[in-house]
């Protein structure tokens, strides 16, 4: 019984260290390329960091504004209550730095949509539909690999483009915007790719909201009665977490 039981144990043991071997060799060269392509897919999470104006500001605001009395005028409470849907696709530019260092150039196209929720002196709601291009660069940093597994860390910034803006709608974003970015994820390596599926987090740092007054010289199309949506917005920043598959 003892011998049958040692040599279960020594034929599990050499069966298990075949297998360890067999995954190891997966790609076993592809992070030693100077330099890749690949592309990837995403989904989006969209939401804004708002910074009010007070109801004196906004009622100075509403004061300027043509064929408004002011004691029509409303206070408004502006809230990101929701966190909006998105997708994103784009390629990816990889360049070998060091073993462990990459550098990532990963333009992409987004669709996506926010909802502002606005409380006070009444309520209501706007949708702001986005088409952004993101122009980034990332340094990626990597742990070593263990068989077919490789932990990584990411961190960049870039710029982004708006390509879509709704002058019907009473938020007008501006076309032009920065951000910085960080994630992390995990690299599978199989016998013909890398599946890298990584979480990231962008963070705008420009005023992306357009005031009336330049608005206005934009031809901003919007009825007077909703004015006050963008009056109650002081300052609006971008933010986005992002749930991403990388192909290589």
């Not at 909802?115 to 009444?122: A, P, Q, V």
């Not at 994630?183 to 016998?191: I, K, N, T, V, W």
């Amino acid at each position: 019984m003892n011998k049958k039981l040692l040599t279960f144990s020594i034929l599990s043991i050499l069966l298990c260290g075949n297998i360890r071997v067999s995954m190891a060799q997966n790609n076993p060269y592809i992070d030693d390329k100077l330099f890749h392509l690949g592309f990837f897919i995403g989904a989006d999470m969209l939401s804004y960091h708002i910074e009010e104006n007070d109801a004196a500001k906004q009622m100075e605001l509403a004061a300027t504004l043509d064929n408004i009395p002011s004691n029509d005028s409303i206070v408004y409470h502006p809230r990101t209550m929701a966190v909006g849907p998105g997708f994103q696709v784009g390629f990816i530019t990889d360049l070998r730095l060091h073993k462990y260092l990459n550098l990532r150039f990963t333009p992409a196209l987004h669709f996506g949509e926010r909802t502002i929720n606005y409380t006070g002196d009444s309520t209501a709601m706007t949708n702001i539909l986005t088409i952004p291009v993101t122009i980034p660069l990332y340094l990626k940093w990597s742990a070593p690999r263990i068989n077919n597994y490789r932990l990584y860390v990411v961190v960049g910034g870039g710029v982004e483009f708006e390509c879509y803006r709704d002058k019907d709608k009473p938020i007008l974003h501006k076309p032009f915007d920065a951000f910085i970015s960080g994630g992390f994820g995990c690299d599978l390596y199989f016998r013909w790719f890398k599946l890298s599926p990584e979480i990231k987090y962008q963070i705008g740092f420009l005023d992306a909201h357009t005031p009336i007054s330049a608005a206005a010289e934009n031809g901003w199309g919007i009825g007077a009665d909703k004015y006050f949506y963008s009056n109650a917005i002081q300052r609006m920043t971008h933010q986005k977490l992002s749930i991403i598959f990388n192909f290589e």
